[in-house]
């Protein structure tokens, strides 16, 4: 039996998903593929909360979203506030600077956010309207910490009312709440393996009214894309066809993923009591989870509890422990779990993902089955306090099961 995928994505998948990707290769203008992909495109307003947003699909990993925001919806000589929390947020800056934006970056220190006052002192600092971008990353994978979006967006809309609001929501979207209208956020991708629950090689973006009004200006200047793949000049036509239920073409989609994604989102927006039912339940599930890590006398990157995702945990090794021990130990009891990303504090913590089927379905047991292997492996070497069960015990009093 293969071990259960923990990290924070690619995750486990629901067997309806499977079965989707497991039906028989179609031509991608074949009409059930292009039902598949403009319904998938129409199921997306619901899952980002934009009712009047352009959905678009491409077939390339989440990294693309940067791309495309970075191609499309500011200038070449134009300045981005990169509001960033770790390494994901830093890889968006990198993205930005590649296509000539000027990047000033508000950084903090591992395990915070960027808080509201210090991202409203930026952006006064910079007077009005200079910057026509500021990005957000929700949660940052490689910390688990996560950002209060929807006060970032309030305090960024005040002091700067013509930047766009660009949300990295690839650790969050689908498994973690994100209300692009209500919230004022201008522009959210996401890529498929995440919380979407499908596997990778997808990237999902939603642009709404703004941004959408923004690019047309653009073209409307004639101020050329800089970019091919990642051309919204190229895809939009594409995805306005798609969702009329016409034929299109600018690059082969990844047509058994599509299926795929239908299906996953079909999921998603089907779960029982609504999307917020479902963010409830992975709020509970990672609840429960933190207290079975807390049980074995262990603590969060996170500083606080309302900074810590919930989609994954950040987890420091106790003492005289490190990945090359605890990774494999854990593995061999049946979870696959990952090291520390973000420097200079990489080798002191490891990160475990609990987002998806893992953390939805009540039949199965995929969080104890981590908790129990990660207790088993500190036992194993020999890390003082650890008990046996007593992780276990305290999920079950969270989870009441
Ligand atoms: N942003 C965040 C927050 C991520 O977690 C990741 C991937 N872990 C990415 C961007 C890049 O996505 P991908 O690896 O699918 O290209």
């Known amino acids: 039996k293969s071990p259960l995928v923990m990290i924070p994505g690619p995750t486990e998948l629901d067997a309806s998903v499977l079965e989707a990707l497991g039906e028989p290769s179609m031509a991608h203008a ?3 593929l292009i039902e598949h992909f403009g319904r998938s495109l129409e199921l997306m307003r619901d899952v980002f909360q934009c009712k009047a947003g352009q959905p678009l699909i491409l077939t390339a990993s989440g990294t693309i979203g940067w791309d495309v925001i970075a191609a499309n919806l500011v200038e070449p000589g134009q300045r981005a506030l990169v509001v960033t929390n770790g390494y994901f947020g830093d890889r968006f800056r990198d993205c930005l600077e590649a296509y000539g934006v000027a990047t000033t970056a508000l950084t903090s220190q591992p395990g915070t956010a960027p808080t509201v006052d210090e991202i409203t002192a ?12 500021v990005t957000l990353t929700h949660v940052d994978t490689s910390s688990g910490v996560l950002t209060d979006i929807k006060a970032c967006a309030a305090a960024i809309r005040a002091a700067q009312p013509n930047a766009l609001i660009a949300v990295d929501g690839v650790c969050s979207i689908g498994g973690e709440e994100l209300r692009m209208d209500e919230w004022g956020v201008d522009v959210a991708f996401t890529a498929s393996q995440k919380a979407i629950g499908c596997p990778a090689g997808l990237a999902l973006m939603v642009l709404g009214e703004r941004a959408m009004a923004a690019f047309n200006d653009r ?7 800089t970019g091919w793949y990642a051309s919204l000049a190229n895809w939009l036509p594409i995805m306005k066809a798609y969702e009329a239920r016409q034929p299109s073409y600018f690059a082969t989609p990844a047509v058994n993923l599509i299926v795929a994604l239908h299906k996953a989102l079909d999921n998603l927006v089907g779960f029982p009591g609504g999307l917020s039912a479902l963010f409830a339940r992975q709020v509970l599930a990672s609840d429960a989870f933190k207290a079975g890590i807390a049980a074995m006398g262990l603590t969060l990157v996170p500083k606080t509890h309302a900074s810590a995702a919930h989609l994954l945990s950040a987890i420091r ?5 490190g990945a090359g021990d605890l990774v494999p130990k854990v593995r061999a009891r049946g979870a696959v ?3 520390g990303l973000l420097a200079p504090i990489k080798t002191e913590y490891f990160r475990v993902g609990h987002m998806g089927v893992s953390a939805l379905q009540a039949s199965r047991d995929d969080l104890l ?3 129990r292997a990660i207790e088993g492996a500190l036992i194993e070497l020999g890390v003082a306090g650890v008990t046996a069960g007593a992780a276990e015990a305290a999920f079950n009093s969270v989870l009441r099961k």
């Open 122 to 133: 930026a952006l006064s600092a910079a007077g009005s309207s200079h910057f026509s971008l």
């Open 369 to 371: 089955v981590t908790l």
């Open 317 to 321: 090794f106790p003492q005289g422990v």
């Open 30 to 32: 074949d009409p059930r």
């Open 219 to 225: 073209v409307a200047r004639k101020v050329p894309v």
């Open 337 to 339: 779990i990952t090291g």
